[in-house]
């Protein structure tokens, strides 16, 4: 078994994010600054919301699936961001 700290490798990429999903995230940042009084780089909160996305993806529900694959389709996002985005902060205080 593997227990990954927070001084585990971490692999530098250059990626592009969807403006919507980057707004999201910058969101998210901020908030958690502001709850959490503590500076949040930008790179830690894309690898926080992709480790919740990753341990979370098992309770997802059909109508979840289907905006994640209408996003693939055509990168459009239909979802109430603000209140994802209060759910995950208060998740994390």
């Known amino acids: 078994m593997h227990h990954y700290t927070n001084d585990a490798l971490m692999n530098r990429m250059s990626i592009t994010l969807n403006d919507f999903l980057e707004d999201q995230l910058r969101d ?22 992709l480790l919740g ?6 309770y997802l529900k059909d109508k979840d699936w289907q905006v994640i694959n209408a996003f693939l389709e055509d990168q459009r996002i239909n979802i109430d961001a603000e209140g994802l985005t209060d759910n995950y902060v208060n998740s994390m205080k």
């Open 53 to 58: 996305g990753i341990l979370g993806s098992k």
């Open 28 to 49: 998210i940042q901020g908030r958690l600054i502001k709850e959490l009084k503590q500076d949040m780089s930008f790179t830690t909160v894309v690898n926080l919301v």
